[in-house]
């Protein structure tokens, strides 16, 4: 299980660097766009895209202080097994992964499963180490989100908006199978600071007015270098949480 968060974590210092990146990639235009390249996006939509590389770390800010109440709520289909790809001929092993959680301004209350590991915490804020190692947990689960995330920014598309459990929220829309252009660059460019993400395709709604990620459906392709080659979903949602009547 270390041996698991550790490897995410990895990831996760990749990814911030290729946010760094991105941040001035989707300004730029291509210089003769071809006949199959998508339409281009206006600025307006290129700013909104811009949110998508700091959507999941807005997120994560918000578990980390919270200055509302709230609940998480994570589900997804992981690679489970923490000797790939470490350890010569190890394969993925696909199994389920979950999270609820509730948070408030004064204590986090979580409930973690990866395969037939249950993990279940309840703290109130600066309790330690209660409140160390719930937040080992939330930035497990969202470690494979952010990879994703900051692979699909390049390649994403405003596809409207609507709301979140009644939070007004913009839509993307992303693929990056289908990138083109300078779309294709700024996916490659990501591509080549992750280990072994190669695609990410999905949804994902962001709040208009704090620019957090509030809800998330995402199909991660994953190839080893000379090894298997497998497939990751994650979804999840923020929901307000109602009040409790005296």
């Known amino acids: 299980m270390t041996e698991n968060l550790a490897h995410r974590y990895s990831l996760l210092a990749s990814v911030l660097l290729a946010v760094f990146l991105l941040g001035g990639c989707k300004s730029q235009q291509p210089a003769s766009p071809s006949p199959a390249e998508k339409k281009p996006i206006a600025a307006q939509e290129q700013e909104k895209i811009k949110t998508l590389t700091r959507c999941v770390q807005l997120l994560a800010d918000s578990m980390k202080d919270p200055q509302q109440a709230f609940h998480f709520s994570f589900r997804g289909q992981e690679n489970l097994n923490p000797k790939f790809p470490k350890e010569k001929g190890a394969r993925p092993d696909i199994g389920p992964v979950e999270l609820q959680a509730d948070f408030t301004p004064e204590a986090v209350s979580l409930v973690s499963k990866r395969g037939k590991l249950r993990t279940e915490r309840k703290v109130r804020k600066g309790e330690e180490p209660g409140w160390s190692l719930s937040r080992l947990d939330l930035l497990s689960t969202l470690a494979s989100t952010s990879s994703a995330m900051a692979l699909a920014s390049s390649a994403a598309r405003p596809a409207g908006n609507g709301t979140v459990a009644g939070v007004p929220a913009d839509e993307f829309e992303f693929d990056t199978r289908t990138a083109a252009g300078a779309e294709a660059v700024g996916v490659e460019m990501t591509r080549s600071m992750l280990t072994n993400l190669k695609n990410a395709k999905g949804s994902a709604w962001v709040e208009k007015d704090t620019g957090r990620l509030l809800k998330f459906?995402?199909?991660?392709?994953?190839?080893?270098?000379?090894?298997?080659?497998w497939q990751e979903h994650y979804e999840g949602e923020v929901l307000p949480m109602v009040p409790r009547q005296p």
């Open 217 to 229: 459906s995402i199909d991660a392709y994953y190839a080893e270098k000379g090894g298997p080659t």
